[in-house]
């Protein structure tokens, strides 16, 4: 794998810091435990930072296709998430609910634009032959960075590294987690730009507002090119249902571990050190099953992974039972995202990337505006069953969305790739 595959893999490392420690495990936490305001503003958080995202995310890949600079906008938005990720962490100090979620849904709606950039970069730094690999790869990357972040962050909350007491470090709770995660994510995000930095910029004899509205008509016309490639508005119409049950597992992962099963922090620790080792198990063999077995048949084995997986937590008790399928539940996060990226370049022409990549995004953000709505709109419904059966119908909520997507996915024509 040569030097810009492996720093592009790399960036998968950093922002995973993030999005294990904030978005999956100490964002929700400190909103729902700590704070005491529940799941409802956690999921509002999210579904308001992603809406924003969903919207934004196409125009700005529309833009980027006219003028080039795909690598600049990765840098600002990533640096948006991580000095927003800062904030949240100062506004936690103080216990302000209204500064900790605004600055949240900066960083998340950042994160979010800078990941819908960072995977128009795939193929540039592969070969149909090598794609699968690749993206695998890089996944197994994230996931390792996931366990980095975890354990390089948790002293900061329990004064304890991998179970030992750092007599250096005094332990801060939930609150100081944020600024070392936004640091290690800064960090580890410096080798994409070195080795992927071009500058590429196009000039544009149409103004801002001429941009902007030429940005809308392609995305609008971009709905219609749906038609002209095989199977791509099946495919984003599926990966709508299974996203929406695969983001929400994510957000409320942690809490569903505190509120149902009972572990402690440090436990949680350990255990999503575990699940992510899955993870990244699971993301180099799918990439080597995806090249082979090819990635829609691929991607329908991994969600149906995870329906099975989601409906024995719905029936399974206790912490045994939680702790293997969330290993199993790891590995086929990791898969889905390996085999989700190659279908999608497999189905449209090169020169069009960054527009349907806007609009992959466009469908996930939706996906995840509506994932945590629902799950909130069930425990509120079930509310009087008891704090674990209502998680539980919650749980199985998911299921079913993911049991949708994966339905929808089997009548997807996978044809030849265009080109323009």
């Keep these: 794998m040569n030097r810009k595959a492996l720093a592009w893999a790399f960036y998968d490392f950093a922002n995973t810091i993030f999005s294990m420690n904030v978005l999956s495990l100490y964002f929700p936490l400190f909103v729902s435990v700590d704070l005491g305001l529940g799941d409802s503003y956690v999921s509002f958080a999210n579904s308001g930072s992603m809406l924003l995202a969903g919207f934004l995310l196409p125009i700005l890949g529309t833009i980027s296709d006219e003028r080039g600079g795909k690598i600049l906008f990765l840098l600002l938005f990533t640096l948006s998430c991580a000095t927003a990720t800062i904030f949240i962490g100062i506004f936690a100090n103080l216990y302000l609910p209204t500064g900790v979620i605004i600055s949240f849904m900066i960083a998340n709606l950042s994160y979010q634009i800078a990941l819908g950039f960072y995977n128009t970069f795939l193929e540039k730094v592969s ?17 390792l960075g996931s366990i980095a972040g975890l354990v390089l962050v948790a002293p900061f909350n329990t004064g304890k590294f991998l179970g030992h007491t750092m007599g250096f470090i005094k332990p801060g709770g939930r609150s100081a987690t944020f600024i070392p ?18 500058w590429d910029f196009r000039k544009s004899t149409l103004g801002f507002t001429k941009q902007i509205a030429l940005a809308f008509a392609r995305v609008i016309n971009s709905l219609k090119d749906t038609r002209a490639y095989p199977g791509v508005r099946r495919f984003l119409v599926a990966k709508f249902f299974y996203e929406e049950g695969i983001q929400t597992a994510i957000i409320f992962m942690g809490i569903y571990a505190d509120k149902v099963v009972g572990l402690s922090d440090s436990i949680k620790v350990t255990f999503f050190v575990v699940a992510t080792t899955g993870s990244v198990i699971g993301s180099i063999l799918s990439g080597i099953i995806t090249d082979r077995l090819g990635h829609k048949k691929s991607l329908s084995i991994f969600l149906a992974g995870w329906v099975i997986s989601l409906m024995a937590l719905v029936i399974l008790k206790g912490i045994t039972s939680f702790v293997v399928l969330g290993v199993i539940i790891g590995a086929l996060l990791g898969s889905v995202w390996t085999s989700a990226r190659p279908l999608l370049v497999e189905l449209v022409p090169a020169s069009s990337l960054g527009q349907f990549f806007g609009l992959y995004g466009l469908v996930g953000k939706t996906a995840s505006v509506f994932g945590p709505l629902l799950w909130a709109t069930v425990l509120a419904l079930t509310s009087k069953l008891g704090i674990a059966t209502s998680y539980r119908f919650a749980v199985l909520s998911l299921a079913i969305m993911i049991l949708s997507g994966l339905i929808i996915l089997q009548g997807m024509n996978v044809g030849e790739r265009k080109s323009k």
């Design 181 to 198: 995660t936004a640091l290690l994510f800064l960090i580890f995000s410096i080798p994409i730009f070195i080795f992927l930095w071009e």
């Design 127 to 143: 070969s149909q032959a090598t794609i699968g690999k690749i993206s695998g790869i890089g996944t197994a990357l994230g996931y």
